[in-house]
């Protein structure tokens, strides 16, 4: 299983663009790379995933290099309901063996 | 479509009593996942089943059991409830996306106490 690091936490202000970085030197070539947000009280959400390069929702971007070994969630001009847990995991088809370790993730906290 | 149904939402035991979690899903996905979140623990998997009639130990599996009942339903058992079992209890299913690797969708939890 590919290890996931990231920031605990990060604050920022409304209007900014706030970028996540996570490490994952581990990862093998199946696998994907996806970020999940968590509000309190709620489960995890899908928010986008990706394998290589540059992808692009209406919610977020997500960066990889080429070597994989990490990626950046980047949130364009943040409001407060930002605020929330995002997760990083790496893996492929639990099929293989894989099973879904979220971690403790990095809270986001957006202020006035 | 409901995603992920957990019953029930809420739930006091008292040391010692037995109950089982409920998990559905309508999306057809065949991997089913429990996980436990704790303040400050992140989210932690207790049990998985990657396809139907298999179940497999996620990272803290003492004290829990689990059934694959049928490719919708995935229960989660306590046998004698401890105080250290309070905790959110999430579901999951997972299956893969057009062109892609795999996508969860969560239940929206059971929050249950211990005492």
């Known amino acids: 299983l590919a290890k996931t690091t990231q920031p605990i936490s990060m604050d920022s202000y409304e209007g900014q663009e706030v970028n996540i970085t996570c490490s994952h030197n581990n990862i093998a070539t199946n696998d994907y790379i996806t970020w999940y947000q968590q509000f309190p009280s709620q489960g995890p959400r899908f928010i986008i995933q990706g394998y290589k390069t540059k992808v692009t929702n209406e919610v977020a971007s997500l960066f990889i290099p080429a070597d994989r070994k990490s990626s950046t969630l980047s949130l364009p001009r943040v409001s407060l309901s930002d605020t929330a847990v995002y997760y990083c995991l790496v893996g492929d088809s639990p099929n293989s063996g894989y099973a879904l370790n979220f971690g403790k993730g990095t809270s986001l906290l957006v202020t006035p | 479509n409901a995603g992920v149904t957990q019953t029930p939402k809420f739930q006091v035991l008292k040391t010692g009593q037995s109950m089982t979690l409920q998990c559905a899903q309508d999306m057809n996905h065949n991997s089913m996942y429990w996980y436990r979140q704790d303040p400050g623990m992140g989210l932690r998997l207790i049990y998985y089943s990657a396809s139907e009639g298999t179940t497999d130990k996620g990272e803290v599996p003492n004290g829990y059991n689990v059934s694959r009942l049928n490719k919708r339903e995935f229960s989660l058992r306590l046998e004698s409830a401890a105080p250290s079992q309070t905790s959110v209890y999430f579901c999951?299913?997972?299956?893969?996306?057009?062109?892609?690797?795999?996508?969860?969708?969560f239940g929206s939890g059971t929050r249950l106490t211990v005492v």
């Open positions: 999951a299913s997972s299956e893969a996306l057009t062109g892609q690797g795999y996508g969860y969708t």
